[in-house]
């Protein structure tokens, strides 16, 4: 068997979502499970819908995930180019192929006149044919018209190595368009010359091609060439799970994923189990287990459905296995502006608090802001508790000056501040619910906050006496 070789060939249109990278994916970890090569080729034609930058967005995606091609537009070969703009020689090569062949013929009809053969199909009721229309001589092609396949209709079928055996009818074959009038090569036939000459073994692209594979069969037949191994996964579904996902459904681009702290390990975890499982209950693995475990027959049929919230649980469980170092790492460009006063060291030990409750980085600032800056009192989080609104002002600013006196005697290590909190629970006879979330509040001016005893010993006992001072002069203004 042919060393393995697979691709990913996207549009430069700009958004970079979750199903074409899951595609990116699958090819990648099928070459690397094989020992083969992955690619990277900008199919480029369709100038008209072209973003600009989008091609260094794609690479940026990939690298940001860890999906390293072997060959690309930044990774030369010989069999290179990989920008389908870069290589129109070659498709003028294969396009005379046909030509000489009997194959393919420029296209006579203007827009108008195509238009009304669509027009009498469908008040005849019938499919629109372009082969039904196809003149009896041909000219020879000049260039400023599209050039045309003649297509040979016939039946075929053929194997998906997930959707298993496929057929269709001639009904499905007709004379697509090669090469436009403006020069550029059609997907249908570029992806197909590229494959070729680039030795690609394994094809791996979304559900709404399958209707065109009898014409890219017709075409290879045409060719003389082989056809690649084709393989389909399945669909990425929105959340409702009736429907493909889309922008609508609050699907991101893959970097906004990155950029709010989503870990390239979790996406490329997450990502992996839209449409695949090793058969196994197993659902964390690292990318050396992914690539170890991936295989084609374990590819599912039925659509994959897209959860947020099952992406935020495998990003939070990531998180919470780093070590603080790794996690330091990681999380460097998300505090808060106010912690670059502060050394690693004692970001370190607030990472440690709040590990627990972060599911992705960006929410960093708002669990840790306290710790780098006093917070301005905000007299909601007392009056939308429901267990502290109960209480008047008088009763919980005594409260608060039982604690003040507690705590004012404290060494602030974490176990002398349990002692004294457990002791303020039975001087005051109050709950933990009260007690703690009153103290809480006046020391974070937070709505949540890590374990009260050990963020009270990091914020130090002058921060922590100063606020609840602070708390008690607002109540007594």
Not at 110 to 125: D, G, K, T, V, Y
Not at 398 to 407: F, G, R, Y
Request: glycine letters at 4%; hydrophobic letters at 35%; aromatic letters at 10%.
């Amino acid at each position: 068997m042919n060393k393995v070789r697979t691709r990913f060939a996207p549009s430069p249109t700009g958004y970079m979502h979750v199903g074409s990278i899951r595609t990116a994916l699958f090819a990648w970890l099928y070459a690397k499970h094989t020992g083969g090569d992955f690619l990277l080729r900008i199919e480029d034609t369709d100038k008209k819908r072209e973003v600009e930058g989008s091609i260094e967005h794609i690479i940026k995606c990939l690298h940001s995930l860890g999906i390293e091609y072997d060959e690309g537009p930044d990774k030369p070969s010989q069999f290179g180019p990989f920008r389908q703009s870069e290589r129109l020689a070659i498709y003028q090569k294969w396009a005379d192929k046909l030509i000489q062949s009997g194959r393919a013929y420029p296209d006579p009809y203007n827009p108008n006149e195509l238009e009304s053969f669509r027009a009498q199909a469908i008040a005849e009721h019938k499919p629109f044919l372009y082969r039904n229309h196809r003149p009896e001589t041909l000219d020879k092609w000049d260039k400023t018209r599209p050039l045309r396949f003649k297509s040979d209709p016939k039946a075929y079928h053929w194997h998906d190595e997930v959707m298993g055996e496929l057929s269709a009818g001639q009904e499905a074959i007709d004379d697509f368009v090669l090469i436009k009038s403006d020069g550029f090569p059609t997907y249908n036939f570029a992806h197909i010359v590229d494959d070729y000459e680039m030795q690609i073994t394994h094809i791996m692209r979304g559900h709404e091609f399958i209707a065109s594979v009898p014409n890219y069969l017709n075409l290879y037949e045409a060719l003389n060439i082989n056809q690649p191994i084709f393989a389909t996964p399945p669909p990425v579904m929105g959340p409702s799970g009736n429907k493909k996902l889309s922008k609508r459904d609050g699907a991101k681009d893959i970097l906004e994923y990155i950029d709010e702290g989503y870990l390239t390990e979790a996406l490329i975890n997450y990502i992996a189990s839209l449409g695949w499982n090793d058969g196994s209950t197993q659902e964390i693995y690292t990318t050396d287990e992914l690539i170890k475990n991936f295989a084609l027959d374990r590819l599912q049929r039925s659509g994959a459905r897209f959860d947020e919230r099952r992406l935020i649980w495998m990003n939070g469980n990531y998180i919470r296995n780093l070590t603080i170092d790794e996690l330091a790492a990681k999380a460097k460009d998300f505090w808060p502006a106010e912690a670059s006063a502060y050394d690693d060291e004692y970001k370190k030990n607030v990472l440690k608090l709040v590990q627990e409750r972060l599911k992705h980085l960006s929410e960093l600032p708002a669990l840790s802001n306290f710790f780098f800056i006093d917070l301005p009192i905000d007299h909601e989080l007392i009056s939308s508790n429901k267990k502290l609104s109960s209480y008047s002002k008088q009763q919980l600013e005594e409260l608060l000056k039982t604690v003040n006196q507690e705590l004012a005697t404290s060494n602030f290590t974490v176990e002398d501040l349990t002692d004294k909190l457990n002791h303020l629970l039975t001087i005051t006879d109050q709950s933990p619910a009260i007690l703690f979330s009153l103290i809480r509040i006046a020391t974070t001016q937070a709505p949540a906050s890590p374990p009260l005893a050990e963020s009270m010993a990091l914020l130090g006992k002058e921060h922590v006496m100063s606020r609840i001072n602070a708390q008690l002069k607002d109540w007594s203004s």
